[in-house]
């Protein structure tokens, strides 16, 4: 089996190391290599096995997003700074790689970690999650449409010829009021933990790390699940109210998810093979208004009990809606306009996503409202499924009374890495 | 494995050179010459009476030792060279009952280790440290001393250049303020505020001094005077201040020019004897780039005048001496570090040409979202490799 990749020279000055200066070392090394020298990683705990939930981060496919849907999120999007070549993004995909992994083990980073090494350096882990257990942590890489090339067209680092062409900026749907400043980005990273201080301290490192070759744009905290991935889960609330996510792609539907979820190599983009596309949509919720409306209403416009969450045709949680059932008065039982109606499937020719949403609240407006929502996140084989869905939902959701969607994002989420790589490998060097 | 056959490994794993090339920042750590022969960090017990190590030798390279105090005063712990007398490591203010932390790099020889409970005198447990050779190189030179006392001497001079200057432009600026010219002190307030940014970490370290010139409005207690540079600056550019602003009287124009002339030709006398260490160069430096990080870049420090690429600019300029000072020293012990540090600072001095205009700068008011955080970003990339340079020059 390969060594796993250690952090480069950049990634430890992110990092403050203190292990670089033997610089006749890197030298010596005599692999090309120019000045470089490495750092190891720390371990958070005394014991080299923390406590707490893991998830492997090498692998066939990134993990984070067939995962059970951790608690807590952090989203972020990064632009990637000018004058970074082409070589410089392999070094921080690396670096990137080498850090997630780590804190994925729930270990500090760096040679000496949080508290330890050179009093005159900064730490090389910014230290918040000592002591914490892993709580699950996943981080999860992407690549927006602009990492391929840049709105002018022009080709930044040799990808266009392996641009696929379903990366594209998405369509403007329906009612759309995008925030440029909170949409886009090169690249992105999905942190997910059931601590939300464990997510914002893997988001903070790896922005330490990228300083002077990528850029925060925006990011995104998500204090709360609202999709369950697993049939272990159950299905948590949204703002609205309502359980979210009844119907989602659970990752014991092995069928569902290959057909859905994971891509398949072809002819543009073979590194894209074991990949997926994610979508990330800041959906505002205007809860004052919804917390006005009559039960009755929120249940027609959603389609589903309050209560149970199950559909207005009958049964549980977990019954098969029944599109065709009547009620009392003869008219639909669920209203056709409802959102499990025009989300279903069978309205959208068969379409279906896997679901990762999580809740915000950033807040109030200047008019005393909360700045809350849903940080919409889906994964699915080919952005075309969402574009699909949200098409209609966009036109006809009677749901859309209460959304307005404020920021959005599409991003091509490579395969994983086995250990020794780094993700991203199968798009620079294949 | 040892570092070359790693190497190998890698490259032999990969048949693309592409491969092999982006695996230039994958190698081993610094670490692993303690590491590999079994030795962990090394303990030191600081007690009343003792200053005993778990282990009194380790291999050449990065040694980490962790210092706890046993003891019921406040303790130091020291490694000399084998003279006996220069001081390789310290920590210093190691309370009762904490533990802390110290690396050093060190190759092959005689070291000395001694602990000073009280902080006082010459310290206890004396004893021989031997580090081995583990084959880790290195980089040393016997100029390197000549180097950084050069490299202070000459900042010295830099600081009461700059103190000089600001002297000279700071009695003109008041004399045009108090008669009555307030275009000419409008000219020369951006331009006499450069020499003081340029140094500001040094005035800075005269605690009463700083806020009697300096302070913003924004930072007064309550009931505290405000004097100095910025309470000037406001009734310069009334229009930019808030709604229902009264313009100075004469007296208070007088007042306040008298004491920004008597308070600058204080620090002139103070900063006259000033001599500089290395850590105190090399963390001006860093502090001078926090300063634009924190300040001048959120356009904070010039709330009226909004001349605050002056100040970006001199704080700059005053980083860039600092760093090109210990630059040869920095050359010996990481190069690479400070071939980083020379693009990032070239990078960032040419965002700033971009903002220069026939006068000076652009005001901070004029610049767009985008060229600030393009400022902001190159702030960011250049501070993460600066806040390196007092560890990698304070190691030995």
Request: with cysteine; hydrophobic share 40%.
């Amino acid at each position: 089996m390969k060594e796993p990749l250690k952090l480069s020279r950049r990634g430890l000055l992110g990092l403050a190391g203190v292990g670089l200066a033997g610089a006749g070392l890197g030298a010596g090394i005599a692999v090309g290599v120019d000045g470089v020298t490495g750092g190891g990683i720390a371990s958070r705990n005394a014991a080299n096995d923390p406590p707490g939930l893991r998830y492997d981060f090498y692998g066939t496919h990134q993990a984070g997003i067939t995962t059970p849907a951790q608690d807590r999120l952090h989203f972020a999007a990064f632009d990637v700074a000018p004058g970074t070549s082409r070589a410089d993004l392999i070094e921080l995909l690396q670096d990137w790689t080498v850090a997630a992994a780590a804190m994925t083990q729930g270990k500090e980073l760096g040679e000496f970690g949080a508290g330890s090494a050179n009093y005159d350096a900064p730490p090389e882990d910014t230290g918040e999650a000592v002591g914490l257990p892993v709580a699950g942590l996943t981080v999860t890489i992407g690549f927006g449409p602009t990492l391929f090339s840049s709105s002018t067209g022009e080709d930044r680092f040799g990808l266009l010829s392996r641009k696929p062409p379903e990366l594209v900026n998405l369509p403007h749907f329906a009612a759309d009021d995008l925030d440029p400043a909170s949409s886009g980005g090169d690249l992105c990273i999905q942190a997910c933990a059931n601590d939300p201080q464990v997510a914002v301290h893997a988001i903070r490192n790896l922005t330490r790390i990228a300083f002077g070759r990528a850029v925060l744009k925006w990011s995104q905290l998500g204090y709360g699940r609202t999709s369950s991935t697993s049939t272990s889960q159950k299905t948590e609330r949204n703002l609205f109210g309502f359980k979210d996510g009844t119907a989602n792609i659970k990752n014991e539907n092995a069928s569902d998810v290959a057909d859905f979820v994971w891509t398949a190599s072809s002819p543009s983009s073979p590194w894209m093979a074991g990949g997926t596309y994610l979508v990330a949509r800041r959906i505002r919720m205007t809860l004052e208004t919804w917390d006005r409306a009559s039960l009755r209403e929120q249940e027609r416009v959603t389609g589903r009990t309050k209560a149970e969450g199950a559909p207005l045709s009958g049964g549980t949680e977990f019954s098969e809606t029944d599109f065709s059932a009547t009620a009392a008065d003869g008219s639909r039982a669920i209203d056709p306009q409802s959102h499990v109606a025009q989300a279903h499937a069978s309205h959208n020719g068969g379409a279906k996503l896997l679901r990762r949403g999580y809740n915000f609240v950033d807040g109030n407006d200047a008019l005393g409202r909360l700045n809350a929502g849903l940080f919409f996140i889906s994964f699915q084989k080919s952005p075309e499924q969402f574009v699909t869905i949200q098409k209609n939902l966009a036109k006809n959701d009677a749901l859309n009374e209460y959304l307005k969607h404020v920021g959005s994002g599409i991003f091509a989420i490579p395969p994983g890495a086995p250990v020794g790589s780094f993700i991203g490998s199968s798009l620079f060097l294949t | 494995m040892n570092f070359a056959s790693l190497a190998k490994t890698l490259i032999v794993s990969t048949a693309a050179t592409a491969l092999a090339l982006s695996l230039a920042g994958c190698v081993p750590n610094l670490r692993g010459t303690q590491t590999d022969a079994g030795n962990g960090p090394i303990s030191v017990d600081s007690s009343a009476d003792a200053c005993s190590l778990s282990i009194t030798s380790a291999p050449s390279g990065n040694i980490q030792f962790v210092i706890t105090n046993s003891g019921s005063q406040v303790t130091e712990f020291y490694i000399l060279a084998n003279d006996g007398l220069r001081i390789v490591g310290e920590v210093e203010n190691v309370g009762p009952g904490t533990t802390r932390d110290l690396v050093i790099q060190a190759s092959p020889g005689t070291y000395y280790t001694v602990c000073k409970p009280g902080m006082v005198g010459t310290g206890i447990g004396n004893a021989a440290f031997t580090v081995t050779d583990s084959g880790t190189e290195i980089v040393r030179s016997a100029d390197t001393q000549a180097l950084i006392d050069t490299a202070a001497t000459n900042y010295a001079s830099y600081v009461r250049n700059e103190i000089d200057l600001l002297v000279a432009g700071t009695d003109a600026f008041a004399a045009a303020y108090v008669s009555g010219d307030f275009d000419g002190a409008r000219t020369l307030y951006p331009s006499t505020r450069m020499h003081w940014e340029r140094v500001e970490t040094v005035a800075e370290s005269f605690g009463d001094l700083d806020p009697k010139l300096d302070l913003r409005e924004a930072d007064l207690e309550e009931g505290q005077e405000w004097t100095g540079w910025h309470a000037i600056e406001k009734d310069l550019w009334p229009q930019n201040a808030e709604s229902g602003f009264i313009a100075y009287n004469q007296t208070k124009r007088d007042h306040l020019a008298g004491l920004l002339v008597a308070d600058t030709a204080t620090l002139k006398t103070n900063v006259h004897t000033l001599t500089f260490t290395l850590p105190q160069l090399t963390n001006g430096a860093i502090g001078l780039l926090d300063e634009v990080a924190t300040g001048k870049v959120t356009g904070e420090e010039e709330a009226w005048s909004h001349t605050d690429l002056w100040d970006f600019q001199a704080n700059v300029d005053g980083a860039l001496v600092l760093f090109g000072g210990v630059r040869e020293v920095l050359l010996q012990k990481d190069p690479a570090l400070a071939a980083q540090l020379d693009t990032e600072f070239s990078t960032l001095q040419g965002l700033l040409d971009g903002q220069r205009t026939e006068s000076g700068f652009r005001l901070y008011t004029e610049l767009g979202v985008a060229e600030v955080k393009a400022l902001a970003d190159q702030v960011n990339a250049l501070g993460e490799p600066l806040n390196k340079l007092t560890a990698a020059l304070v190691l030995k």
